[in-house]
């Protein structure tokens, strides 16, 4: 008996280890197969439960390659230079020769596993496991003010130091922001689902047949339950304490997790929208062009405001926080609301362009000395009183609104809505919104099983319709900043255009959209080289896709800033890759004469428009003209 405890113990230590991850790590990274890759997850998942489950939690985080949910703001990607310093310092090779193997193999990590490899060492160091990794990890992540660099050197050189095998290639890359190894977080979450399915011994006796459809059901369960309540911190342990099906009973929303937020498809003229919406009943309301606002407010009182992207924005709105009281109505306590917070001329009373907005701090504001003010405008009651909306239909949910929430001046107001159907009033409604400085019309849903709120969806029943939507290509995009080409003449000081890029979630990978020179001013360019020059790279990412006959900027960026672009239209190009593979196999897609509109604060990279999304514009496009692109128009060879 003695025997098998301590037979346990070891196994339980070897799981523990930071190897066993990483094997798994490498296993996905060399296959492109996403069954391949969750069958690997579920595998160390299902170990992991049986064993060790109270490190559950911690394994998933480090595969999502997360320190904690969205809301809670704590983020890895270090930059380059100073995980370069760590490589040098921690196996003794100097910098030079470091900086010719990354622009060899184009991969940080790589050269720092192969850097240790070279290196010899007296003893074998101590195990990395991975609480410890994790736990070092949030610390340099934690780390700021006086001399946060060396103390984070230091501390990524104790990891380095311990590393053995592999495992310096992932550390580096944990610390640069991104495995890139196809673990998409959905991918992790379905594993995640089956591992649990898989770990329970009474699912052993069924059926395939059943054991399937148990497996379906469990996935469809956990996706559902992330989506209202997108915490690991909670959903993992309810997992492990309670059968999945009654996994949405103990993971209910509620305030303080902030939901992602559903999104709309762009349409091109009234009668698409007149089409999709056939037989249905739908409704308008003005699209307030501003900055998405998620307001939070518990059952204790305590107020919060998320952003688009999940992060916690209350330090930016005080007065919005301090405004609550009076647009909360006595009888209603708790509440999660969808609002787009704008720029606001109280004088005037009236909307302010999204560019004064922009110009609001984001840090440590301070009531006294706000300039920019915000009017909320909201759109949707997601929670109300301790009770989930997000089932009800649009129609239910904006009668709660209005039921619990008073509008009040130059503060709080409900969105302009119009329900009628027809052509005519949504015309005229588009153009009162346009003259009330919105963007154009939300066109939703408004009843029945399809009017439900749908938490991170792109969804059908939510449609956009832009005025400048009519005539252009659809929509704007947000592609990604890779890279720069020197200014000439008036621009010499700074950079003169740039190379952008949009995102492929499935790849990973940035793929090269356009070359980027008009709609800039020179305060816009002067701030892009202040801010972009710190993100200088020595030579492209290997994740960035860019082709044989790619277009070569003089300088190559890491990925962190996301600008809004129009364009006249788009075209098949050999030189720029963006969705290449779905409108032809070795070429990609191109903006034509691409205007920088504005930078998206909002967005993350990872956030940006799709390769999916562009190939859609450029299918829209064609059939708009009637052409297919295969018959040769719309090509762009030079
Ligand atoms: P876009 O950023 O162009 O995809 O447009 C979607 C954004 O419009 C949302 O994320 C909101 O921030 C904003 N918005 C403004 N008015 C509304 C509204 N009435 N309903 C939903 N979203 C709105």
Not at 451 to 480: C, F, H, Q
């Amino acid at each position: 008996m003695a025997i098998i405890v301590h037979l346990l113990e070891l196994v339980k230590m070897v799981l523990w280890t930071y190897a066993i991850l990483c094997n798994t790590f490498e296993k996905c990274e060399n296959t492109t197969k996403r069954l391949e890759i969750t069958e690997y997850l579920v595998t160390l998942f299902v170990k992991v439960i049986e064993l060790t489950p109270d490190g559950l939690l911690e394994l998933l985080y480090m595969c999502i390659n997360k320190l904690g949910p969205d809301y809670e703001g704590l983020e890895l990607g270090i930059g380059e230079s100073l995980l370069m310093k760590a490589v040098a310092q921690s196996t003794g090779r100097d910098m030079k020769q470091l900086k010719s193997d990354y622009v060899k193999c184009g991969d940080l990590g790589t050269v720092a596993k192969n850097s240790k490899g070279s290196q010899k060492t007296l003893f074998k160091p101590k195990a990395l496991t991975v609480p410890h990794v994790f736990r070092t990890l949030k610390e340099i992540a934690i780390i700021t003010g006086n001399s946060a660099q060396s103390k984070k050197i230091d501390k990524i050189k104790g990891l380095l130091v311990a590393c053995q095998d592999e495992e310096a290639k992932f550390i580096i890359r944990h610390l640069e922001g991104k495995l890139r190894i196809g673990l998409a977080e959905q991918t992790v979450l379905s594993a995640l689902a089956q591992a649990v399915v898989f770990s329970n011994k009474d699912n052993s006796k069924l059926s395939t047949l059943k054991k399937e459809e148990l497996l379906a059901s469990a996935v469809e369960t956990v996706k559902y339950v992330y989506n209202q309540l997108p915490t690991y911190d909670v959903i993992i342990p309810a997992l492990l304490k309670y059968p999945i099906e009654e996994l949405l009973e103990h993971c209910t929303m509620h305030p303080g997790v902030p939901l992602k937020p559903m999104l709309a498809h762009p349409t091109k003229s009234l009668t698409e929208v007149l089409d999709r919406f056939e037989n249905n009943t739908f409704t308008c309301e003005f699209k307030y062009d501003g900055e998405r606002a998620q307001i939070h407010r518990h059952e204790d009182g305590t107020i919060s405001v998320y952003s688009r992207n999940s992060e916690n924005m209350s330090v930016r709105y005080p007065d919005i926080l301090n405004a609550v009281d009076k647009w909360v109505k006595p009888s209603t306590t708790s509440f999660i609301l969808d609002c787009e917070a704008v720029a606001w001329d109280k004088e005037e009373g009236k909307i302010l362009p999204f560019q004064v907005l922009s110009t609001r701090k984001r840090k440590d504001v301070k009531e006294e000395e706000i300039t920019v003010r915000v009017a909320l405008f909201a759109f949707d009651c997601l929670y109300l009183n301790g009770k989930s909306l997000i089932r009800e239909p649009l129609q239910k949910r904006r009668e709660k609104l209005y039921e619990s929430f008073q509008e009040t001046e130059n503060e709080f107001y409900f969105a302009k809505h119009m329900d009628s159907n027809n052509i005519e009033d949504i015309q005229t409604f588009l153009d009162v919104s346009i003259a009330n400085y919105c963007e154009g019309l939300m066109v939703k849903s408004f009843d029945g099983s399809e009017a439900t709120y749908e938490p991170s969806k792109r969804s059908r029943n939510w449609l956009k319709v832009k005025k400048d939507y009519l005539t252009g290509i659809g929509d704007s995009m947000d592609l990604v900043v890779i890279g720069a080409f020197y200014g000439r003449g008036k621009r010499t000081s700074v950079y003169g255009a740039f190379l952008l890029a949009c995102y492929d979630p499935e790849t990973e990978e940035y793929q090269t959209i356009c070359k980027l020179g008009t709609g800039f001013s020179d305060e816009n360019l002067q701030m892009f080289y202040d801010t972009l020059k710190d993100h200088v790279i020595e030579k492209p990412k290997r994740f960035y896709c860019l082709g044989e006959n790619a277009v070569k900027p003089d300088i190559w960026f890491e990925p962190v800033q996301v600008w809004e672009v129009k364009c006249a239209d788009l075209s098949v190009s050999p030189r720029y890759m963006a969705g290449v593979g779905r409108v032809d196999p070795s070429k990609g897609i191109s903006l034509r004469f691409p205007r920088f509109i504005r930078v998206r604060e909002d967005k993350d990279p990872e956030s940006a428009t799709t390769s999916e999304q562009v190939s859609e514009f450029y299918f829209n496009q064609a059939n708009l003209q009637g052409n297919n692109h295969q018959n040769g128009k719309n090509m762009d060879y030079y």
